[in-house]
């Protein structure tokens, strides 16, 4: 369980370093200073799932836009791109969880830190993203 909250924690904190990166406010340093006091395993995770996500963004962008139906990207609410950016890397590239447990985690940010659509808009899309994956991988 412990396991869980930190890898929960780690999510979240990068959910936050990658918004203020991405608006501008910070570099991915400066982000991370605010949690400095965060579990140092939390913060490991959060990293990964930071350095990941930026040095892998043009792909997954480009994955979010395929799923994206009648919904331009620019228009994406902020908080929402971010997670759906850092569940898409998690899956593909790191996590050692089932991948319906990432998205869980991800609708929960989204319900923490989103609007009163993002939860829903993040699972439909995620979900997406799951069976189109999980097709790719039995063909």
Do not use: C
Request: overall charge negative.
């Amino acid at each position: 369980m412990l396991y869980m909250n930190l890898r929960s924690k780690g999510r979240e904190i990068a959910l936050q370093v990658l918004y203020a990166v991405d608006l501008g406010r910070n570099s991915v340093a400066d982000a991370f200073l605010l949690f400095r006091f965060e579990p140092p395993v939390a913060l490991e995770f959060a990293l990964q799932l930071v350095q990941g996500t930026i040095s892998s963004l043009e792909e997954i962008d480009s994955v979010i836009k395929l799923l994206l139906k009648n919904w331009e990207f620019e228009r994406l609410n902020a908080v929402d791109k971010e997670i759906l950016r850092l569940t898409i890397y998690e899956v593909e590239h790191v996590s050692t969880d089932e991948a319906g447990a990432v998205v869980y985690s991800a609708v929960e940010l989204a319900k923490k830190y989103g609007d009163v659509n993002s939860p829903d808009f993040v699972n439909g899309i995620l979900r997406s993203f799951l069976r189109i994956r999980d097709g790719e991988r039995a063909s």
